[in-house]
T-cell receptor, first 111, second 114 residues
Framework: GQQVMQIPQYQHVQEGEDFTTYCNSSTTLSNIQWYKQRPGGHPVFLIQLVKSGEVKKQKRLTFQFGEAKKNSSLHITATQTTDVGTYFC???????????FGTGTRLQVFP | ETGVTQSPTHLIKTRGQQVTLRCSSQSGHNTVSWYQQALGQGPQFIFQ???????GRGNFPPRFSGLQFPNYSSELNVNALELDDSALYLC?????????????FGPGTRLTVL
């Protein structure tokens, strides 16, 4: 079946360091969405990318959708302790018309 | 805050029992999706309800069933509970039923099966 994988599974960084998580799908996606889940919380929508090669920025966060619409990345510049949480990508499936969530990358930031 | 509410917050059941979880969608949203999130995993799609009809189902057995009411609130029922059903159950509402729509998640119900 369709799968959306993320790497790395865990990342521990010193505050101020950069962080990147990568999302890879086995099939072409209609769109990619990114969500953040704080420890003990629920996923919260961050952004959506629709076009091939699209890049969007939100302050220190940069999101990219691959040219083939099968992969995506989230890059955080100069991490802060408030960035702690698990970041999930979710790809839109042409087959099921539903979102498939990735496996998530858990970010820990040490002050 | 998304405006999506879920009850109860926590629940402890024993194997073989049945459970009903409830969700109220955000105002204006006619679509509710249910997800199961095991510890350390991403949300897994269970099913979606759109205008009171099931509109898509993930790889979950028939003992997982649901309902959506005219006010678009929804229930998730799980029969014959198994230990592996222990998870966070998330409800998400959206404006439409398509895969491009943002999911607005509720706080979840933490189910423990003993």
């Amino acid at each position: 079946g369709q799968q959306v994988m993320q790497i790395p599974q865990y990342q521990h960084v010193q505050e101020g360091e950069d962080f990147t998580t990568y999302c890879n799908s086995s099939t072409t996606l209609s769109n990619i969405q990114w969500y953040k889940q704080r420890p003990g919380g629920h996923p919260v929508f961050l952004i959506q990318l629709v076009k091939s090669g699209e890049v969007k920025k939100q302050k220190r966060l940069t999101f990219q959708f691959g040219e083939a619409k099968k992969n995506s990345s989230l890059h955080i510049t100069a991490t802060q302790t408030t960035d702690v949480g698990t970041y999930f990508c979710a790809g839109g499936s042409y087959n099921t018309d539903k979102l498939i969530f990735g496996t998530g990358t858990r970010l820990q930031v040490f002050p | 805050e998304t405006g999506v509410t879920q009850s109860p917050t926590h629940l402890i059941k024993t194997r073989g029992q049945q459970v009903t979880l409830r969700c109220s969608s955000q105002s204006g949203h006619n679509t509710v999706s249910w997800y199961q999130q095991a510890l350390g995993q991403g949300p897994q799609f269970i099913f979606q309800y759109y205008r009171e009809e099931e509109n898509g189902r993930g790889n979950f057995p028939p003992r997982f069933s649901g309902l959506q009411f005219p006010n678009y609130s929804s229930e998730l029922n799980v029969n014959a509970l198994e230990l592996d059903d222990s998870a966070l159950y998330l409800c998400a509402s959206s404006l439409t039923s398509g895969n491009a729509d943002t999911q607005y998640f509720g706080p979840g119900t933490r189910l423990t099966v003993l």
